[in-house]
């Protein structure tokens, strides 16, 4: 009978853990999400401040558009790398 009341306390202690363990995630997912807000808010800014247009060259060809494009683009590709490597 003890050895039942001993496992039942055990599982008990993981089930504390786990819950512990839950909050603290989410603590760490709040402040992930205050790290992309304030980082979409700063591109954001970047772009609005990044008026005119870029000649843009690339090996074969080169391109004229809007330089809050140009920018907006290589964010998005920054974001799929770290997407891809995550």
Avoid: C, D
Wanted: no cysteine.
């Amino acid at each position: 009978m003890r050895r039942g009341a001993e496992s039942g306390m055990r599982i008990a202690a993981l089930r504390a853990a786990r819950g512990r363990g839950a909050l603290a995630g989410g603590e760490k997912m709040r402040r992930s999400l205050l790290w992309a807000l304030l980082l979409i808010g700063l591109v954001i800014l970047v772009l609005l401040y990044n008026q005119g247009h870029l000649t843009l060259n690339l090996v074969f060809t080169e391109i004229r558009a809007p330089r809050a494009v140009v920018l907006l683009g290589f964010t998005a590709v920054g974001v799929l790398i770290g997407i891809l490597l995550r």
